[in-house]
């Protein structure tokens, strides 16, 4: 088995005629936290999509190059089998409004088929809620429905949903752009355990996040991959002068 | 304190005026409408009682006000089966034109029910008379309640597709994300999203389907005798007898 659970090679891609990513190439490593970081309109959020092909619902979408997910072609594969290991988190809260707490949990684990009885169903349930740090705060109210929790809440809520589904890469689109100072700490601290069971890809705008959660970094500017390498590297000793002007928050 | 000028107070007034007196020139038929269905229908009903509801139309030898029940039931049949065959089929062509907008299918969806609501009902009436009623050789509730399918199409599907359009990109997104294909997030997300809309749909059909007349006059036929005899016999519904009391009224007028 491959130790990089995603592999990237001179991806291109235009959507309507305009050049988005530029040859792209990048490897992730399995278990770690890997954040794609960047300046707004760079083309973060683009390439995220294109991993599990959600990009595929646009229009006038040509892409170029390869994108291998746990070791295969993402275009050989079914699409909905692949979105089913390589979950979207999106910037924005969107849980099932119809649904109760619970159900927006439960739904991927029972369209997924993870488990089999509706005791291990309860026990996912609580798991991917305390990995989110939610458990504590909804344990007593899991049959309310969404619209009672918080932005911060709903948008843990999403993280545990996208967790019930047992991805093997977890993709995360500004996971904590629209939300407040507390709950961005609850989940980066969410991430951070998460390790240990899926893969992460993040993106983020923030430098002063991507310090604070990643294991591997990667900016991306104009499409291209500028620089990349460990965190602790890349932020000490950026190699590219557009890598320290992004960190000093200039770009 | 600043004071408006005189002249716009006045005109202000004015205007005030005009509104008031359209709007009882608007709500004045319609009270009367209402007054005088109360006053007349409900002076049968009470004179009846329940039986107006539950009996058969009297007859030239019967005594007695006679009753409703064959129109009453056949309106509601005709107009239930009617949302039975039309909201479906209307629902999934409004999630499929949502979805895939530019297939060539959708194309053909929007044109035909372009085509369908730009038909007069009474046409649509004849064409199922033609097709449906001369194959069975007789009118029927089926016949009533698909011409009347025919005609609540169009109105069902607008609505539905201006609610499978409301829905939130970020709810589809959250749908494509966890792996759901089209048919999974229509059955897991967006049915239970737009509920409240599809109970509206239905409503809102049943009510068009119910009041319409036009589309049974070929096709529903009349019947008198029997309060229900089956979805392929005759039946009765409650605007053809208001068109035949009219064309009785009407006959005995000098």
Redesign the interface.
Known sequence: MSAYIVEVEDLHLRIRGAEILRGVTLRVRRNTIFVLMGPSGSGKSTFLRTL?R?ID?M?GVEVRGSVKVLGQDIYSVNP??????V????Q?P??????TIYDNVA??AR??KVVKSKQELDDLVRWALEKVMLWDEVKNRLRNYPHTLSGGQRQRL?LA??LA?KPEVLLLDEPTANIDPVNTIKIEESLKSLRDEVTVIMVTHMPHQAVRVADHVALLHSGVIVEEGPAVEVFMNPKKEVTNEFLRGAL | MYRLPDSRRFKNRVMLLIIIAVSILYVTPLISIIYTAVEKGGTTLVEAGLSFLTDLPPTPLSSGAGGIAPALVGSLLASILAILISTPVAFLMAFYVTEFPRHSLSRVCEVVVRSFSGVPSIVVSMFVYSTVVISMGRQSLLAGSLSLSIVTLPYAYVYFTSAFRSIPESLREAAMSLGMNRAGALIHVYVGVLRGSIVTGLLMSYVRAFGDTAPLLFTMGFLMNAVFAGVLQQSNAIPLNDIRIRAITLRELP
């Not at chain 1, 979950?87 to 999106?90: A, E, H, K, Q, Y």
């Not at chain 1, 969107?94 to 649904?99: E, L, S």
């Open positions: 599990n959600l619902f229009d909905y089998d692949l979105r089913r290991k979950v979207l988190v999106s924005e969107n849980p099932f409004p119809h649904m739904l991927p369209l997924n999403c949903r996208a589904a």
